[in-house]
Structures are given as structure tokens and as C-alpha cells.
């Protein structure tokens, strides 16, 4: 089982659960792929400009960024995982809150009730989802986004690989 | 009919009633460990000295009285919205927005990046056992009362 330690190139293989490096690329890879029941994929709004944990410095905007929270409770050994993903989808100026909102659309449609049992499971339940208000200084105010954060389950391999 | 009876009875109508009184006081006094946990956390500066608005808000963190939910009592910890004008100052603020603001992330003006400094997250995190403990020593308590 590969488990990168640099996301150099061939080092992460996906769809898998194998590291947390290959959930996240596998999470970021169901958004991309995905198409909408109106037939639109987040490239035509964000590229492929969805981050893990930050964005570079510059940023063109919109873009999507991801951060994973797990947990796992005494039931199922341990084994079963609680994970909140928070998606944040930022654009600027304010013109592109439309562009943003509509991104989110595709997002949450990507990931309510998701299922993906290829490696591991991972299952999406249920969501939170908020257009972030205007901030005034020192926060700049044309700044618009929304966030959602998305409970899933996991049986990540990393862990049960373990009861092989 | 009986002669010389005793009664059982199971006291089941107090006893649901002395749940409800305890699970009440038991939010109660797990949203207040959580705001005393939130104050100490609130306790320094954002990023640098220029970023002092921490202090400010942990004088407006407040919890509410508990209200029944659909799934049982509840309370709500953190800044109620209102605006207020700082001494000598002339624009109000309010300080709810300004910790959501760090708390999410947010494009800063002066540093010319986007920063997020998470305060409640991981001291609401941190409280979880303490919160669960001081639920349940309360409700304890009250449900063992004579």
C-alpha cells in the first residue's frame, strides 16, 4: 500500500482511503469529476482551483478550499470515523457571489448522500451550508463566500487495513 | 378489592419531571463550563498586538437560558448581535462579526492575506469531556436529591 509523504507526481493513488493524503485527493477528485444534473462541472467556475487547507498567495478568485476534521468514538473499535469537511468557496468582488453560489450548488450535489465504497467506505450524510456575511475592516468587505461543512463516515483503510 | 394492601407505585410522573428540571440545569451548567473555557481562551492577541479585538469579545460572550428543542433542552453560547460604539470611538461595531470573521478566515486589508485564527472550534473541542462531566454530575445530583 503506497502512502505518499510528498505529493510528488504517481505518488497518490485515487479513489482510495489508504492515507489521509489519498482521502483528500480522492474527495478533491469526486468534485472535479463530477457533473451536475444541468450537465456543469465546477471546472467552469473554479477551474481546478480547489486547496486543501489554504490557497497560494496570489489567489485568482473564485476557488474552493477543503479541510478535513476526523474523529473516531469507542463504537466500531475505533475503526469508523466521524469526518467534517468544511468546503469554503471565496470569489471577488462581490459580482462573483452568484459564481460562488452556484459553484456550492454543484458541490452539495456532489456530496449529499455520497457514497463511494471503492476503497474503504465513505459515506456523506448530512449538512450545514451558510453564505458568509460581509466583514468590515480590517477584513475586506469585497470579499464574498460561502461554506458548508459536510458530515461523512468513513471506514478508512488506513485504519482497518489493521483487521486483515 | 383488597384488605390490610400496600401500594406500589413507580413514581414514574415525578421522576420524569425531576429528569426534566435536572437535564435543564444540566445545560445550564455545561454552556456555562464552555463560556468559562471560551474567556480563557479569548485571552490574547488574534496574529500580533495590532489584532487586540480578542479582549473585546470576551467581555461581549454570553449563553442563553436553556430552551427546549425538538431533541431536548439547548443553549446558545458566543456574542449576541448588537452593535456597539466603543469609548471614543464614532463607527460602531459588532463584535459577533468581527470573531466570525477570525474564526472563518477572512482577506485581510492590512496584512494584504487571508487569515483564519480558530478560537472556538478547538476550545469548544477541548471543553466536550468537560461539558459532558459537569451534565452529569448535575443531573446526578439532582435525580439522587431525597
Known sequence: MSKPRFATQGSIQTPSTASTVQIYSTIRKGLIDYVSSDNQRLAQFVNDRIYVRSQPEPVLFPYITLLLNRTSLSAYNGYRETALLEVQCLGKPESQLPLVETAMDIVDQCLTAYTDARSGLTVGRSRTRNTIPMFSDPADASVVGVIATYEFFIWPRVLTVRTN | ?146
Open chain 2, 1 to 146: 378489592m383488597f384488605r390490610v394492601a400496600t401500594t406500589l407505585t413507580d413514581n414514574s410522573a415525578l421522576t420524569l419531571r425531576r429528569y426534566d428540571d435536572a437535564a435543564r440545569a444540566g445545560v445550564v451548567v455545561s454552556s456555562q463550563h464552555l463560556l468559562n473555557e471560551l474567556r480563557k481562551a479569548y485571552q490574547d492577541y488574534y496574529t500580533t498586538g495590532d489584532f487586540r479585538s480578542t479582549l473585546q469579545i470576551r467581555q461581549a460572550l454570553r449563553r442563553s437560558n436553556p430552551e427546549r428543542g425538538v431533541d431536548g433542552w439547548y443553549a446558545l453560547v458566543g456574542v449576541p448581535t448588537k452593535n456597539v460604539t466603543p469609548k471614543g470611538q464614532k463607527k460602531s461595531v459588532d463584535r459577533g462579526l468581527v470573531a466570525l470573521g477570525w474564526e472563518l478566515g477572512h482577506n485581510n486589508l492590512f496584512l494584504g492575506k487571508r487569515v483564519r485564527v480558530q478560537i472556538v472550534a478547538p476550545a469548544a473541542a477541548e471543553a466536550a469531556e468537560g461539558m459532558r462531566k459537569a451534565w452529569a454530575r448535575t443531573v446526578k445530583r439532582m435525580m439522587e436529591a431525597p
